[in-house]
């Protein structure tokens, strides 16, 4: 027979289960509680992270869609001038359903002929067009506009545009205004 060596590493110890390794079911629960709670605040910290761009993207969106409809009411869209380069005077109109510019402008290059633009807010579509020359068609120039208004006098115009984005489920309003000096005289 062979005798019992209990000092070889390869032998089992028997006994009390003191010394096996392994997590105890309260370790384990433990464990598991901290990296839940970890977990949730890694969850909550991105929730506010993604709402906090949105919300900047939306902010942008908004801010970028008035001051583009400003630019275009003041200078003009495509080949048609915009207010800058009306004649004084103009004829302003506001209602309930919002408000209409008649302006004349320079046609061709000669600078003495005129043709008649107009501009137009409708607070029912929330847009703002554009109708130039003969053709009678009005282009679309800025949507989104929660609210516009206009105040002229014979040298300008100052005009309002409230603008709306929403980025997701997160949104914001942006307010602009411009004064806008005619360059011609009348």
């Given at each position: ?69 400003l630019?275009?009411?003041?200078y ?35 600078g ?35 609210a ?18 929403i ?7 942006n ?12």
């Open positions: 027979m062979y005798a019992l060596d209990r000092t070889d590493p390869n032998m089992k110890r028997q006994g009390s289960g003191r010394n096996q390794a392994g997590f105890t079911l309260t370790e384990l629960m433990m464990a598991i509680a901290v990296f839940g709670l970890l977990m949730a605040g890694a969850t909550g910290t991105f929730s506010i992270g993604v709402r906090t761009w949105r919300t900047s993207a939306a902010g942008m969106d908004a801010s970028c869609q008035a001051s583009t409809v630019s275009r009411i003041a003009g869209v495509g080949d048609r001038c915009g207010l800058r380069a009306a004649f004084a005077p103009i004829t302003a109109a506001s209602d309930d359903s919002g408000w209409t510019i008649t302006y004349s402008v320079p046609a061709g290059t000669s003495t002929a005129r043709e008649e633009d107009r501009l137009r807010y409708d607070s029912g579509t929330q847009t703002i067009a554009h109708q130039g020359g003969s053709n009678g068609v009005w282009n679309v120039i800025g949507k989104n506009v929660l516009s208004t206009i105040s002229a006098t014979s040298a300008d115009v100052t005009v309002m545009i409230r603008s709306t984005a980025v997701g489920n997160c949104g914001t309003v307010e602009k205004t411009s004064a806008i000096t005619f360059r011609n005289g009348s």
